[in-house]
């Protein structure tokens, strides 16, 4: 019986999500499900202490999103994930992945934990914002 058929993979980009995508692609093969990833980038917030004006927000974005795209591209090449199942999103990032879950409908979340410490010791990591009411299974990877 296989448990899984729809696998969302949530990476941060960093060199910690080789070894999360690689955990997502064993469970993936076991159980021939199909794969997508996400990344998610958060919105710069601006000061009020800083002109507004000189900053280009929306072109940093872009190129934050364009720059995550190709990462995910090639991350994703690489095991020979579509490029239709690759998320670049802007928001915060436990909704957003829990949102994209529910929207191609995802029975599991494969994410990383780096362990809480400082400020998430506070308000609490990606990973547990994304299992507080998530409608699928969550694993999250120790790294």
């Known amino acids: 019986m296989n448990l899984y058929k729809n696998i969302l993979v949530a990476v941060d980009l960093s060199q910690d999500s080789a070894l999360i ?25 601006v000061g009020y202490a800083i002109e507004i ?11 934050a999103a364009e720059q995550a ?16 199942r690759l998320h670049t999103l802007l928001g915060q990032p436990a909704r957003e992945i829990k949102e994209l879950a529910s929207e191609i ?5 494969i994410m ?7 400020w998430e ?3 609490g990591s990606i990973s547990t914002g994304v299992a507080h009411g998530v409608e699928c299974d969550l694993l999250t990877v120790h790294v």
């Open 21 to 45: 995508l690689d955990k997502a692609r064993q469970i993936a093969k076991a159980g021939d499900a199909q794969l997508s990833m996400v990344h998610v980038i958060e919105p710069i917030a």
């Open 53 to 63: 004006s000189s900053i280009d927000v929306d072109g940093l974005h872009q190129e």
């Open 69 to 84: 795209r190709q990462s995910l591209l090639e991350m994703g090449g690489n095991i020979g994930i579509p490029e239709s």
């Open 105 to 109: 409908g995802a029975d599991l979340i």
């Open 112 to 118: 990383g934990n780096h362990g809480r410490h400082g």
């Open 121 to 123: 010791l506070l308000f």
